[in-house]
């Protein structure tokens, strides 16, 4: 049943008899990689939707795979499993439940299991096989009532890799100098943040004096599978212009030039940044509480040769991808698609990711449907009522269905602002919502 030290699967059958064997596995399996018991609670709820709901619309006695992996800092259960009449709607943040719809309330499990867990994921088709994937992170403190240590300016650092107790310390000085909007929000719990640099996600490299201290430290993390994104440098009170900055980014490209990452993307720039490392990806606009517009540019370097890959991409798109290609000098072989009447499933789905320190929400396409601007537009109005401003829509290339929702984007007043090279399995293009457009 073990195959791997951080993962635990069991193969079953799509059956109501077997309801109680899929729920103690879960539940199980998530107290076992250390999720507390409300944790763990709401993922076996979760689960145990998935799996009667897939009993009640699937081929009975199908063959069905549940996987459970330790991720560190979250816990993964994941559902492999063929369902023709899989409809997963009830993921949608403007999923409802109304008693005169019986299609809706047959989905009332989905639509329980979405708000019980953090994040999800829905890959393959139904009649291919699908992979439905329910993440529920760990719950850490921010240890706010510990006395954060003066740092003296001046001192000699050197630039290191970290243990646990630094990286905890660095947690909270980054809690201590910098606004909340500086870093995401992970970052403040120290706890987390240790687990999530030991699940191998994130890397650090933090300048500590021979007294201990902490001079600043600069994170990063892999986005797809040829980009690394850096967070910083964050610095506690050092000089302006420190050399500090730079060991710290050098440290950082060391670690990463031995990979096969093509490129260093940088979205969370503080003012200690170093831009020199860096050249301009693009910029996209922020609107602050007071209602003021600021731009905040985005940066990327490149760090070994790119090959260049293959981008699917919508007619009415194919314009800003050849002047961005031609601006940043990338190898892109570009192939236009457009719905030709082909069947499409009925209902479309986004996830929704929140920063509220920034004011800000990305979606993301899960699944094709026919409705994808009606959907769409619900989004933007309930995240409009929720006063979330600043909303972005990422759209990867590798995908022709993706590339194919530019239309619902711009029925709903989204543009293309920056491509992020390598940002999923292809380049991502961020578009941005424009309510003036």
Known sequence: MKDRNNALSLITYLNLVYVPLATSFSEESAKAFGLDRDGAMRLTLACEEIFVYLCQTGRLDEPITVEAMDGKYYVQVRFLFQDPEFNPRAFNLTARVSFDDTDSLNEMGLLIASRTVDRFHI????????????????????LADLNVPEIKPGRSFVVKTPEPESLK???????AHYPENASPPAF????KLVDMISSGEYGAALAISEGGD????VLWRWVGNKTVESFGPYLFNQPSGAELANNLLDSCLGRIAKTDAVGLLHRWGTPELPRSYFEPLGT????QADGLTTSRPVYYRHLNEDLGCRVWTHPDLEDFLQAEYGRLYFAREIRLIRHGGERRPAH???????????????LRAIWDGEDVAENLAQHVAILKAENLRNMFFEVDLAYAWQANLLQALTENKFRPRLILPYGGE??????QYAEGT
């Open 214 to 217: 902490i001079g600043g430290g």
């Open 284 to 287: 996209i606009d922020f609107i």
């Open 348 to 362: 479309s789905v986004f996830a929704t990711q929140f920063d509220r320190a920034r004011g800000q929400v990305t």
């Open 426 to 431: 292809a380049d991502v293009v961020v578009f």
């Open 169 to 175: 310390l660095f947690s909270r000085l980054i809690a």
């Open 188 to 191: 403040r719990l120290p706890g």
């Open 123 to 142: 890959a393959g088709t139904p009649r291919l096989g699908l992979e439905l994937a329910l993440i529920k992170e760990k719950a850490y403190s921010e």
